[in-house]
Structure formats: structure tokens, C-alpha cells
């Protein structure tokens, strides 16, 4: 059970309803009245056995002394205050503004998460605009056939005598680039509107089977049980998977993942990760599979059962031998772009440098919020070798968030940003065009 770092002050506020002393409540649980005082202004933690025995002195759950919604208020308001640069000193009683004004504090860490989701649309939007071959592609038609009825209307209306036959094919020309023009038209606006809050569109079966393992938590109960027959069911009927070819990529993907689980049996995989931690190259070992099977398994582990591991949220990419991303998942802070390359993702493709070597990256997302991160990548291929054809080779990286200690205090970052264009570190050797938050940074 995570402790709140209000702890304290939930016990202070259920003693004074109870109408008990602190020195009254220290003694019914066997600790000084010092001590007690320390705990309820959040300054000692409660231990499991003294956090059990004050929720029976008091007569309340003990669920109701720890809220994770606590430690959510507590980090959207320090992100905040960071934001504005406030002063240190005041940074370190964020605490007691979080259990003095709990209203306040959740209005803070909201509006500071509502920030954090519109940079990351901003981030989305432009990396769209700058590589999206799609909408690269729907621009140059409508600007083509503005351009050709332009060009005809000029001809037509230049005063010369047109011969009644010329005049015939460029009314005809007209008429087709218009018609053209509005199929362009209402092509990208379908394309534009697919758009969501977060994400940027769907315009590939692989983005729509991405959209629809989000939706299902990246985890489907149904492959832990082995029965390959059962797949074409999971997909048959599913809103996101609207053609035959995002079907069919989601079923090659089932398949891998059922290997994966086969291979790594849930409930011994779990126990295996609570005895050895996040150390991928050891999973492998013990199972005698590859490291990249591992990678993938811990990435699409089921939430509520990590969670209770105490396993931290990951992500994952996947790209192939062209550098082309094959499969996303999302990991909230960490830029993650679909259309061109980013430096996040340098990891992974300098894992397809060295096939076979594994690499373990320690990542710091640029900003002053910035947010660390592990990855681990490895490129492999699946497929058995083969006399007539090359390696089929795949870079496989999970990103692992991590808290700021978790980092070893050696260890030296890599700063990365979103990309390009919305990233704020002047200085970067592998800038490639200016930024625009120079300005603002």
C-alpha cells in the first residue's frame, strides 16, 4: 500500500473529529506524544503495523488515512509552481497547501495536467504537420487543382477569341479539377475530424491498431489462455479495426503477443519481477527467451496487476530495419512522435547500429518539468535465418518512468525533447531546424 505524504494530516483531522488529544492518541497506539506530532505534520512516516493501529484507534479505514489522490495534488502542484518559478522555500510547504486547501491544490494539479496534455497536442500537431505523408499528399492535391481551374479561369477570361471546341475542353477541364478540388476537400476535412483530444488522426491500419490496444488497456486476457484459433474472434466486430488490412496486422500482432505469453506465463512472470525488479537482461536469462520478448511482455503487462507489483508505467516502440515505427505505446510525458524521427527515440535506432547488443539508456525529457526515464532496446529478428532472403530485423525499446532518485546518482542523462521544433535546448548538436520556443525558453 502506497503512504500519502498527508497521512499526517488526514490522522490530525479524524483525532480532532474523534475530539481526542494528541497525547491521547499517542498513548492508545504505544507511541510518545513527540513522535505522534512529528507524524501529523507529515514530517516521519507511518509504518503498516502503527498506520493499522491508529485507524483502529480512531475508527476509520485505513484507506481513509492514505488517498493516492493526495500524492496526485501534492505533484500537480509542485509541477506548478515550478512552472511559475516560485521560490524553493515555499516549494517545501506544498505539502501543508495540499491539507489546508485540498480544493485549491486539486484545481491546480488539474489545470497543470490540462497544460502538460495541450503541450503534448502541440508537440502531436506539429510533428504532423512537418512529416504527415497523408496530409503532405491532401495539401498538393487541393493546391494542384486550385491551381489548374486558376490557370483555365485565366485563360478563358483573357479577351482573345477561343475557338468554340477549345472553349468546350476547358469548361470541361474546369468542371473535373473542381470536382477534383471538392473530393480533396472533403478528404481532408474526414481526415482532420478523425482527430481526437490526444491524439492526431487516424490514417493507417497500423494507427487504428494501435487505437484500439489502447483502448483495451494494450493487454487481452483472452491470449494468456494459448488458444490460437480464438484470435480472428477478438478482432471480428471491433469499431477501430474498420479494414480488412487493420485486421489483418492485428491479428499478426495477436499472435506475437500470444507467443510472448506462452512463453512468459503471467503469474510466474509477476513473481519472477517482484523477486528480481526492472532488470530485463535477468527476466531473459531466467526464462531462456529473448531479450526483446521480455521487453514486450513488460510492456503490455495488465495495469492492475503491475500496479500491485509495484511495477512503474512503460512504454513501448517498435521499429523495423527503415527506422519506420511499427508499433507505439504510449507513456504519459514522454514524446513519443509518429510521423519522422525524434531523439527520444535514439535508443532505438541506435540498438539497430549493433543487432544483438543491448542497450540501457537513461533519458531526462527537456524542460524544467522535465521527467526521467529508462529505456532498454535491443535489435533482433524473429524470423529463422534463411539462405534466401536478409534478416528481417526489429528494434524493440520499453520506456520505463522513473522517479527522480531511481536514477543512479552517476548516471548522466540523456536530455531529449519532442521534437525539433518544440524543443527549447539551444544548444543541442542534432538540432536540425530552429526551435519555437527559443523566444519563450
Same mark, same amino acid.
Given at each position: 500500500?502506497?503512504?500519502?505524504?498527508?497521512?499526517?494530516?488526514?490522522?490530525?483531522?479524524?483525532?480532532?473529529?474523534?475530539?481526542?488529544?494528541?497525547?491521547?492518541?499517542?498513548?492508545?497506539?504505544?507511541?510518545?506524544?513527540?513522535?505522534?506530532?512529528?507524524?501529523?505534520?507529515?514530517?516521519?512516516?507511518?509504518?503498516?503495523?502503527?498506520?493499522?493501529?491508529?485507524?483502529?484507534?480512531?475508527?476509520?479505514?485505513?484507506?481513509?488515512?492514505?488517498?493516492?489522490?493526495?500524492?496526485?495534488?501534492?505533484?500537480?502542484?509542485?509541477?506548478?509552481?515550478?512552472?511559475?518559478?516560485?521560490?524553493?522555500?515555499?516549494?517545501?510547504?506544498?505539502?501543508?497547501?495540499?491539507?489546508?486547501?485540498?480544493?485549491?491544490?486539486?484545481?491546480?494539479?488539474?489545470?497543470?495536467?490540462?497544460?502538460?496534455?495541450?503541450?503534448?497536442?502541440?508537440?502531436?500537431?506539429?510533428?504532423?504537420?512537418?512529416?504527415?505523408?497523408?496530409?503532405?499528399?491532401?495539401?498538393?492535391?487541393?493546391?494542384?487543382?486550385?491551381?489548374?481551374?486558376?490557370?483555365?479561369?485565366?485563360?478563358?477570361?483573357?479577351?482573345?477569341?477561343?475557338?468554340?471546341?477549345?472553349?468546350?475542353?476547358?469548361?470541361?477541364?474546369?468542371?473535373?479539377?473542381?470536382?477534383?478540388?471538392?473530393?480533396?476537400?472533403?478528404?481532408?476535412?474526414?481526415?482532420?475530424?478523425?482527430?481526437?483530444?490526444?491524439?492526431?488522426?487516424?490514417?493507417?491500419?497500423?494507427?487504428?491498431?494501435?487505437?484500439?490496444?489502447?483502448?483495451?488497456?494494450?493487454?487481452?486476457?483472452?491470449?494468456?489462455?494459448?488458444?490460437?484459433?480464438?484470435?480472428?474472434?477478438?478482432?471480428?466486430?471491433?469499431?477501430?479495426?474498420?479494414?480488412?488490412?487493420?485486421?489483418?496486422?492485428?491479428?499478426?500482432?495477436?499472435?506475437?503477443?500470444?507467443?510472448?505469453?506462452?512463453?512468459?506465463?503471467?503469474?510466474?512472470?509477476?513473481?519472477?519481477?517482484?523477486?528480481?525488479?526492472?532488470?530485463?537482461?535477468?527476466?531473459?536469462?531466467?526464462?531462456?527467451?529473448?531479450?526483446?520478448?521480455?521487453?514486450?511482455?513488460?510492456?503490455?503487462?495488465?495495469?492492475?496487476?503491475?500496479?500491485?507489483?509495484?511495477?512503474?508505467?512503460?512504454?513501448?516502440?517498435?521499429?523495423?530495419?527503415?527506422?519506420?515505427?511499427?508499433?507505439?505505446?504510449?507513456?504519459?510525458?514522454?514524446?513519443?512522435?509518429?510521423?519522422?524521427?525524434?531523439?527520444?527515440?535514439?535508443? $532505438?535506432?541506435? @540498438? /539497430?547500429?549493433? &543487432?544483438?547488443?543491448?542497450?540501457?539508456?537513461?533519458? %531526462?525529457?527537456? =524542460?524544467?518539468?522535465? #521527467?526521467?526515464?529508462?529505456?532498454?532496446?535491443?535489435?533482433?529478428?524473429?524470423?529463422?535465418?534463411?539462405?534466401?532472403?536478409?534478416?528481417?530485423?526489429?528494434?524493440?525499446? $520499453?520506456?520505463? @518512468? /522513473?522517479?527522480? &532518485?531511481?536514477?543512479?546518482?552517476?548516471?548522466?542523462? %540523456?536530455?531529449? =525533447?519532442?521534437?525539433? #521544433?518544440?524543443?527549447?535546448?539551444?544548444?543541442?548538436?542534432?538540432?536540425?531546424?530552429?526551435?519555437?520556443?527559443?523566444?519563450?525558453?
Amino acid at each position: 500500500m502506497s503512504k500519502s505524504s498527508l497521512t499526517g494530516t488526514r490522522i490530525r483531522a479524524r483525532r480532532n473529529l474523534r475530539g481526542l488529544r494528541q497525547s491521547d492518541l499517542a498513548q492508545m497506539v504505544g507511541v510518545s506524544p513527540s513522535y505522534m506530532n512529528l507524524i501529523e505534520h507529515n514530517r516521519r512516516k507511518v509504518s503498516p503495523p502503527l498506520l493499522h493501529a491508529v485507524a483502529q484507534a480512531l475508527g476509520v479505514s485505513e484507506d481513509s488515512l492514505v488517498q493516492d489522490n493526495d500524492i496526485r495534488f501534492v505533484e500537480g502542484a509542485r509541477a506548478a509552481a515550478l512552472r511559475a518559478d516560485t521560490d524553493i522555500v515555499d516549494l517545501e510547504r506544498v505539502d501543508e497547501f495540499t491539507g489546508r486547501f485540498p480544493g485549491w491544490a486539486k484545481v491546480l494539479a488539474e489545470t497543470q495536467a490540462r497544460v502538460e496534455t495541450l503541450e503534448r497536442v502541440v508537440e502531436q500537431l506539429s510533428d504532423r504537420m512537418t512529416h504527415d505523408p497523408y496530409l503532405g499528399a491532401a495539401l498538393h492535391e487541393i493546391i494542384s487543382a486550385v491551381t489548374s481551374v486558376q490557370s483555365t479561369a485565366a485563360i478563358l477570361n483573357d479577351g482573345g477569341e477561343i475557338a468554340p471546341e477549345w472553349q468546350a475542353r476547358f469548361h470541361a477541364n474546369i468542371l473535373n479539377d473542381s470536382k477534383r478540388l471538392a473530393e480533396g476537400a472533403v478528404a481532408l476535412v474526414n481526415y482532420l475530424d478523425a482527430a481526437d483530444d490526444t491524439e492526431s488522426g487516424l490514417a493507417a491500419p497500423q494507427e487504428e491498431v494501435e487505437a484500439w490496444l489502447a483502448r483495451l488497456g494494450f493487454h487481452l486476457p483472452a491470449l494468456e489462455d494459448g488458444n490460437q484459433g480464438a484470435l480472428p474472434d477478438l478482432v471480428d466486430g471491433q469499431v477501430e479495426l474498420s479494414s480488412d488490412a487493420s485486421r489483418s496486422l492485428a491479428l499478426q500482432w495477436l499472435a506475437r503477443l500470444q507467443d510472448d505469453a506462452r512463453a512468459l506465463p503471467l503469474d510466474v512472470f509477476l513473481d519472477a519481477l517482484t523477486e528480481v525488479g526492472m532488470a530485463p537482461d535477468l527476466l531473459a536469462a531466467r526464462f531462456g527467451v529473448p531479450l526483446q520478448q521480455v521487453l514486450r511482455r513488460l510492456a503490455m503487462l495488465p495495469t492492475e496487476a503491475a500496479r500491485k507489483r509495484g511495477v512503474p508505467a512503460t512504454g513501448l516502440a517498435v521499429c523495423d530495419g527503415s527506422g519506420t515505427l511499427v508499433l507505439r505505446r504510449a507513456i504519459d510525458g514522454f514524446p513519443m512522435p509518429r510521423f519522422g524521427g525524434a531523439c527520444p527515440l535514439w535508443p $532505438l535506432y541506435q @540498438a /539497430q547500429h549493433s &543487432p544483438g547488443r543491448a542497450f540501457r539508456v537513461h533519458l %531526462l525529457t527537456d =524542460g524544467r518539468l522535465g #521527467r526521467h526515464f529508462t529505456a532498454y532496446a535491443i535489435c533482433a529478428s524473429d524470423a529463422p535465418p534463411s539462405f534466401d532472403y536478409p534478416p528481417v530485423m526489429q528494434s524493440t525499446m $520499453l520506456i520505463v @518512468a /522513473q522517479a527522480g &532518485p531511481a536514477i543512479p546518482a552517476d548516471a548522466q542523462p %540523456l536530455i531529449v =525533447g519532442g521534437t525539433c #521544433r518544440t524543443c527549447a535546448q539551444a544548444d543541442c548538436p542534432a538540432r536540425r531546424e530552429p526551435s519555437i520556443l527559443v523566444a519563450f525558453a
